[in-house]
């Protein structure tokens, strides 16, 4: 007789208020055979607090590559198991993606439970352009590498979001500030859920003054969510097509340079010639 797999469900917890479980998950977390947490410590609290009485194993960034087979191979045995993180939604800047995809290459069906996300929350009630959005995740650590992911951020023209944490707040906010300039407008979205939320939406140069003046404002979970730039106008020429535009001067005839930038960039070849031109010394070579 032949044994059915399991399934593998990838399940939101609350990032806060745990009335935000929703009864799917929380049925689910019920009935799995093993539930699979980012740290077993944190997440029994929500376990306890619901009367869940299913048991966990650790599966977390250091672990997970040699343990997720491990799980596999109890899947293809029939046990479901349910992934969760210590809150939101498991792979968003999570553990899980490993798992996920070996479960999936093993054939086993993956069914997500959806609920709780941070980057989701802030978004919905940042009143920036949500249609098309792009999260970055964790920016770099170090001073140096943030900056330089901020700079190639500096025209996404679409809104976008970032998680930070508390102790790098205020760095990350100056950083912005210098790279995105003193105007582009931010929305701090911290502790979502929580008894101390906190939504606020300014200028750079005003939400890095709030944050700096208000040590409160530096705990907790913080989401970034950034206005994108604005589009160039139709006869203006960005930053980055005008770096273009320069590497391949310093390489080719002002015709070829322009054309080519045009094909990589979008902007127009006339524009970028005549600009090119007037980045010389007037004529073409």
């Not at 939101?12 to 009335?19: F, K, R």
């Not at 968003?92 to 997500?112: M, N, T, W, Y």
């Not at 979502?192 to 404002?217: G, I, M, N, R, Y």
């Amino acid at each position: 007789m032949t044994i059915a797999a399991g399934t593998l469900f990838v399940v939101a917890t609350p990032i806060g208020n745990l009335q935000d479980l929703t009864p799917r998950a929380l049925q689910v977390l019920r009935d799995v055979s093993l539930i699979a947490a980012e740290d077993t410590r944190h997440s029994a609290r929500l376990m306890q607090h619901f009367g869940i009485a299913t048991p966990m194993t650790a599966c977390h960034d250091h672990n997970e590559r040699d343990k997720g087979q491990r799980l596999v191979e109890r899947m293809l045995a029939g046990d479901d198991i349910a992934l969760i993180s210590d809150a939101g939604t498991p792979l968003i800047s999570d553990p899980g993606f490993h798992l996920v995809r070996q479960a999936r290459e093993a054939g086993i069906k993956v069914s997500p439970v959806p609920g709780a996300c941070a980057l989701i929350a802030a978004l919905s009630a940042a009143g920036m352009p949500s249609d098309r959005f792009a999260f970055e995740g964790f920016l770099p650590a170090k001073a140096h590498g943030r900056q330089q992911r901020l700079r190639a951020l500096l025209e996404e023209p679409r809104t976008w979001l970032v998680y930070e944490a508390p102790h790098r707040l205020l760095d990350c906010l100056r950083d912005m500030q210098q790279v995105l300039g003193a105007q582009r407008r931010v929305l701090l979205a911290r502790e979502l859920t929580k008894t101390f939320e906190t939504l606020h939406a300014a200028p750079l140069d005003e939400l890095v003054a709030w944050v700096a003046a208000d040590a409160d404002q530096q705990r907790g979970e913080c989401v970034l969510v950034v206005e994108g730039a604005p589009e160039p106008e139709a006869d203006e020429v960005s930053a980055q097509a005008l770096h273009v535009l320069d590497l391949l001067l310093a390489e080719l005839p002002v015709k070829r340079a322009a054309r080519l930038a045009a094909e990589i960039t979008g902007v127009r070849k006339n524009l970028l010639y005549q600009v090119a031109l007037e980045r010389g010394d007037g004529t073409a070579r």
